[in-house]
């Protein structure tokens, strides 16, 4: 019995040993952008109490730095007017020559800024991790990794 106990322990431990190169060839690239968007189709507004409600504006613009393309952005944000306090949330593309990446975003919104995460997938399967921090009122720092899991 003690036999059979030590040779199934080091069956798992070749197992294990024979993974970890495949798992260690995952690579993170981290990355930093400047999204410059803005509004191209409104989205369904209204105001209940003081807060302002907006779903499915349309924005659109371009991505430079580390990251160079065009971004579309699906927001949906609801802030109190009296305070100039919310959230937003939505989904994004961004599209460089080599990949895309569609995914989601979502943060909050402090007066005229908002800041938050985002995560999205990418048609050459990886994954855009990180978050965004308004500059202006059409610009925002992008910064995070570029999970590869294929290394």
Known sequence: MRRLLVLAFLAG??????ASPAMAQATRTPFSATETSGPVQEGKSWVSGHI??????LDAGTVTGDLEGTIT?????????NTGKG?????????????SWSGSF????SGPLSS???GGQGTDGTNLMGHFTQTGEN???LSGIILNPHG
């Open 139 to 141: 610009t925002f720092d």
């Open 73 to 81: 952005i699906t927001v949906n944000l609801n802030v109190e007017m």
């Open 87 to 99: 959230e937003l949330y939505g989904t994004f593309t961004i599209a460089t020559d080599a990949v």
């Open 116 to 118: 938050g995460r985002f």
């Open 13 to 18: 431990a070749a197992v294990q040993l024979a």
């Open 106 to 109: 979502a943060g909050a919104i």
């Open 52 to 57: 302002l409600h907006i779903r499915g504006e």
